[in-house]
């Protein structure tokens, strides 16, 4: 299974709102509406973020949002806070008991 | 709140078997629906899924490690572990313990702090 790809960076000011891509094929993204989303601070575990392209575990903030289209998943980080500058990275089923995660990306406000 | 957290030697050589634990607390590992994860990351890549095992002992595996990786529980201990065979410096990443639920246990909801693991001689 190859990497699922990811921009190597994003960025906005606080208060805009970024969106992070992350393309795979018809054999994982493509194929399955299990895709989710990993946010990783410096030195941290990953926490997880959304889960299913687009619930929200408890506790995280209705400004982390998903979607899918195709082979290609998206987060969106609307109202950008300080503390959301970490890496994230996305991850899906790809069949067969095997699952893939992204090249990360990572996010910087400005 | 369930808590996760790896343990074993931080330095293993070539050829060689790694040996990772994972210590649950907080929470049962034969709670049904959950199923406990290895995950490593190679510093600069992206994340890589190495297998699951359920508190029954069924355990799976990505197609890319499965020839080297045992995954084992106790749940006496409500502890499970990694065997990671044959090792090469390819195999020098941080290790993770997880679980993972959800549809297809796709959704890694928590996480150890992870270990580096280095491969030398």
């Known amino acids: 299974q190859s990497a699922l790809t990811q921009p190597p960076s994003a960025s906005g000011s606080p208060g805009q709102s970024v969106t992070i891509s992350c393309t795979g094929t018809?054999?994982?993204?493509?194929?399955?509406?299990?895709v989710s989303w990993y946010q990783q601070r410096p030195g941290k575990a990953p926490k997880i973020m959304l889960y299913?392209?687009?619930k929200r575990p408890s506790g995280v903030p209705d400004r982390f949002s998903g979607s899918k289209s195709g082979n290609r998943a998206s987060l969106t980080v609307s109202g950008l806070q300080a503390e959301d500058e970490a890496d994230y990275y996305c991850?899906?089923?790809?069949?067969?008991?095997?699952?893939?995660f992204g090249t990360g990306t990572k996010v910087t406000v400005l | 709140q369930v808590q996760l957290q790896e343990s074993g030697p931080g330095l293993v050589k070539p050829s060689q078997t790694l040996s990772l634990t994972c210590n649950v607390s907080?929470?049962?590992?034969?709670?049904?629906?959950?199923?406990w994860s290895w995950i490593r990351h190679h510093p600069g890549k992206a994340l890589e899924w190495i297998g699951y095992?359920?508190?029954?002992?069924?355990?799976y595996y990505s197609s890319a490690l499965k020839s080297r990786a045992i995954i084992s529980v106790d749940t006496s201990k409500n502890q499970f572990s990694l065997k990671l065979s044959s090792v090469s410096a390819a195999d020098t990443a941080i290790y993770y313990c997880?679980?993972?639920?959800?549809?297809?246990?796709?959704?890694?909801?928590?996480w150890g702090q992870g270990t580096l693991v280095t491969v030398s001689s």
């Open positions: 299913e392209v687009n």
């Open positions: 018809s054999s994982d993204v493509g194929a399955y509406n299990y």
């Open positions: 907080g929470g049962s590992i034969s709670t049904v629906g959950h199923y």
């Open positions: 991850s899906s089923y790809a069949g067969n008991t095997d699952y893939v």
């Open positions: 997880a679980r993972a639920i959800g549809l297809a246990a796709a959704a890694l909801d928590s």
């Open positions: 095992i359920y508190h029954s002992g069924s355990s």
